[in-house]
């Protein structure tokens, strides 16, 4: 005998990827791009995960994806700062010499250069002062 079966199924299919990454990012305050930075992270790292994502939904439900989102972010920031360097370094001069020395540090909001940095303050404060080139 051989029945006949019917291969449909009560289930929908899996639900699109990029609507569980968005609502894992809502539900733990990120970004779907960090969400999916973290699924990248978590394969670049060789884990035996099948399922990054509900791997990070349980993360989240435990409060450990609390902390791989703060690590996350702050290596970005390295990188970003390391990029902002780099591209710093590549600007004019300031008058004292510095390459990009009057640009403003992306974490500070001051300038690079120690003289422009003082310079940009003392204008702040109201009292401005002459610096010889
Ligand atoms: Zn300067």
Redesign the pocket.
Known sequence: MSAKRSSKKTLKGPPPRASGIARLAADADATEDEITQLIEKTRAEGRDIRSPLPWLRTCHENGDLQAMLVTLRAERGAAELQEWGNWREQQPK???G?AG??ELHPQSGE?I?A??RHDARSIHIGHKEEVKA
């Open positions: 300031c008058p004292h510095e020395g009057r300038p250069c003289i422009c």
